[in-house]
């Protein structure tokens, strides 16, 4: 399958990207299993964490044929090259960046830019982005996905990051959200396994 494919195939199964901004590369594999645990089966580890291209390329060696794994915070097309020769398979970025997006695409890599605008996101789908992610979320409202998914294609998951709560996906799900991206409320610098574990619970929960 296509890493486009297992995004469809994971994000359907579980809609959840979980982003473990700040993983150290020795504890990555403990923290993704935790994660998986709970059924998340898409993982980011953004390129601002410490040796991130480890973290990715230990994920992608012990979970790569049950779940998806990234970077997140991808600024540069030259990074996606170095993300996909360790085992990444998912670029994800806070901007709307179309040297980005083109270069993930051409990779064969699953591209999820960042998006606040409807003119930002039809810049992405453009370049070639096969999701669009809502950030920051904190200055949206359900409402804004609502009248953006009114004027997106349908086919493309919009995937809502920024402050994100268990007890507070519901209305982003009506109002036509796919899904979500969780950051600091799935995960901190220095959290363990067992508590990074209960919360993925929470969060998928969350969806019920």
Same mark, same amino acid.
């Given at each position: ?106 990779? #064969? !890599? ?8 409807? +003119?930002? @996101?039809? *810049? =992405?789908?453009? %370049?070639? $982005? ?50 979500? #991206? !969780? ?8 959290? +363990?396994? @067992?508590? *990074? =574990?209960?919360? %993925?619970? $929470? ?6």
């Amino acid at each position: 399958m296509t890493a486009v494919d297992d995004f469809t195939r994971y994000f359907a199964e579980c809609p959840l990207i979980a982003i473990i901004r700040g993983v150290r590369s020795d504890e990555a594999e403990a923290i993704g299993e935790a994660i998986l645990s709970a059924g998340i089966r898409i993982v980011e580890v953004p390129l601002n964490s410490p040796d991130p291209l480890a973290s990715i390329e230990r994920l992608a060696k012990r979970f790569g044929d049950r779940a998806l794994i990234g970077a997140g915070t991808v600024l540069d097309p030259n990074q996606v090259q170095r993300v996909a020769d360790v085992g990444g398979r998912l670029i994800v970025s806070p901007s709307t960046n179309a040297a980005v997006i083109g270069a993930t695409a051409q990779a #064969g !890599l699953v591209s999820a830019p960042g998006f606040f605008t409807p +003119s930002e @996101a039809f *810049t =992405a789908l453009a %370049a070639g $982005a096969h999701a669009l992610k809502l950030f920051p979320a904190e200055a949206a409202s359900p409402a804004v996905v609502k009248a953006m998914k009114a004027v997106l294609p349908a086919h493309v998951p919009l995937v809502v990051v920024g402050g994100v709560k268990p007890d507070t996906m519901r209305p982003w799900l009506e109002a036509g959200a796919g899904g979500f #991206g !969780l950051g600091g409320g799935l995960y901190r610098p220095g959290q +363990s396994a @067992a508590e *990074t =574990a209960a919360k %993925a619970r $929470a969060y998928v929960g969350g969806l019920a």
